[in-house]
């Protein structure tokens, strides 16, 4: 395939394997659902992504960004619906140390995984805590919502305080739902 577009990715070397997936599976099937060729070097951790169509390669470069901030590829895959974004939160930002960036983590992440759990509820989102980011996939309206409510955990906002404030949002989002329909 002569391409007209092509991205080039780092990707880290321990997801090279799970963006290839079982006998090459995954990027076969990536490579179908959005008419892209990759091209995986997983010496470098580099993948390349080539195609003619701007929008569907640009939806693959978000699927193996996704899969790359540690997302399973079916979660991923969302990414493949109009409605649904990616979003990617850099916990370093917010970190002055390595100490700073392991708390960090572990204020998103909540005793035995509760903080995520509730804020994935509360949001409809899916969160994955990877590296030094936090990455979100879900519909584009609960995604400003999970960034911010992740972004008030990481700037030292109560667990209590962000789910209030996300519990407040679905309420609102329902009473607007529920209007429009009528």
């Not at 599976?25 to 490579?31: A, V």
């Not at 649904?84 to 916990?91: D, F, K, Q, S, T």
């Not at 983590?105 to 409809?124: A, D, F, Y």
Request: proline content about 2%.
């Amino acid at each position: 395939m002569a391409s007209e577009f092509v991205y080039q990715l780092r990707v880290p070397k321990d997801r090279i394997a799970v963006i290839i997936g079982t006998d090459g599976q995954t990027k076969r099937e990536l490579e179908r659902q959005t008419k892209t060729d990759l091209t995986i070097d997983s010496q470098e951790g580099m993948v390349s992504i080539e195609g003619n169509d701007a929008i569907t390669l640009y939806t693959a470069r978000e699927i193996i960004r996704a899969i790359s901030r540690g997302f399973n590829p079916d979660i991923a895959k969302l990414l493949l619906r109009q409605d649904y974004g990616l979003e990617i939160v850099p916990i370093n930002e917010y970190a002055k140390t390595q100490n700073d960036l392991i708390r960090l983590k572990g204020r998103v992440i909540g005793e035995e995984g509760k903080g995520r759990r509730t804020i994935e509820e509360l949001t409809g989102c899916t969160i994955s805590v990877y590296g030094k980011t936090v990455g979100i996939i879900a519909e584009f309206d609960a995604l400003t919502n999970a960034r911010r409510a992740i972004e008030s955990l990481l700037s030292g906002s109560t667990h209590a305080s962000v789910y209030k404030w996300l519990e407040q949002r679905r309420r609102e989002m329902r009473q607007k739902q529920a209007a429009e329909r009528f």
